[in-house]
């Protein structure tokens, strides 16, 4: 009689715990993509892409705003028309230079094009213009692209960064939804949030903007210009969220306001 009743509360005790943790973390996860795929769908860095068609053949771009590399800046136009001609012009941002215009090559179905490395921050504006048929189409219809020229930062480098960001933000996340827990560990959640944007701001962060900006072994940059305004806010609000969830009487109420807050500072980025 009493073997099922034990069972039971076994597995209410253990079982029912794991199972609302596990949809938490689930559910964090998802918020956390969600959150990531906005921020870089509306950022002013998101390239331009399109497709349109001539005489029933597609012609798609893809438009890059931001150049990561020490090698020359590519310019690729797909295309099936070996008859098109195309041209690539550019400038320094902000100069009153005239425009360099370089004829475009049909390589491997692609219309392609390169424009010269710059320095790390340069900004050049582009623009292409393919012809058919004595007709002209402008890629982008209305205004030259900006791209900003970077400094190649290690792979390591950048994976650790991205990797102990987008887990401060999991983290943050999951701190908030651990309000719902039947039994919430806030402060435990808390400071492995704390951890995870103190690395990313003061470790990697720097890092990574130092080689974007090609200073390694060169020069050493004034502060204010390697360190992230919004990331180190991350820092100093969970430095407080940890002593306010740690002494607060009512701590689910501040864990999900300080997770709430870590999403606005986060796609504040945008501004």
């Known amino acids: 009689i009493f073997f099922p009743l034990i069972m039971f509360n076994f597995t209410e005790i253990f079982f029912y715990p794991m199972k609302q943790a596990f ?11 969600l959150i990531g795929y906005f921020q870089s769908r509306t950022s002013s860095y998101y390239p331009i892409s399109g497709t349109f068609g001539i005489e029933g053949q597609k012609v798609s771009y893809h438009l890059k705003k931001i150049h990561n590399s020490n090698e020359d800046f590519k310019l690729v136009i797909r295309t099936d028309r070996e008859d098109l001609r195309g041209a690539a012009l550019w400038r320094i941002d902000n100069s009153q230079a005239e425009w360099q215009i370089d004829s475009m090559q049909f390589v491997d179905e692609s219309l392609t094009a390169v424009i010269p490395k710059q320095n790390p921050l340069t900004k050049v504006e582009y623009k292409i213009i393919i012809s058919h048929n004595n007709k002209e189409f402008f890629i982008p219809a209305t205004q030259a692209v900006e791209v900003l020229f970077l400094g190649k930062v290690p792979f ?36 492995f949030t704390g951890i995870s944007f103190f690395s990313c701001a003061l470790i990697f962060a720097p890092v990574k903007k130092a080689y974007e900006m090609g200073i390694i072994g060169k020069s050493v940059p004034p502060i204010n210009d390697i360190f992230e305004v919004w990331l180190l806010l991350l820092v100093f609000l969970w430095i407080a969220a940890i002593v306010i969830i740690s002494y607060a ?16 500072i986060f796609l504040s980025q945008n501004l």
């Open 156 to 191: 390591t480098i950048s994976l650790h960064y991205y990797l102990t960001l987008f887990v401060g933000l999991l983290l943050s996340i999951r701190t908030g939804l651990e309000s719902f827990h039947n039994r919430p560990r806030l402060r435990l959640y808390s400071i």
């Open 23 to 33: 949809i938490l973390w689930i559910s964090a996860a998802i918020i956390t993509f």
């Open 249 to 264: 009487q009512r701590k689910k109420i501040y864990a999900l306001s300080f997770s709430i807050i870590s999403i606005i």
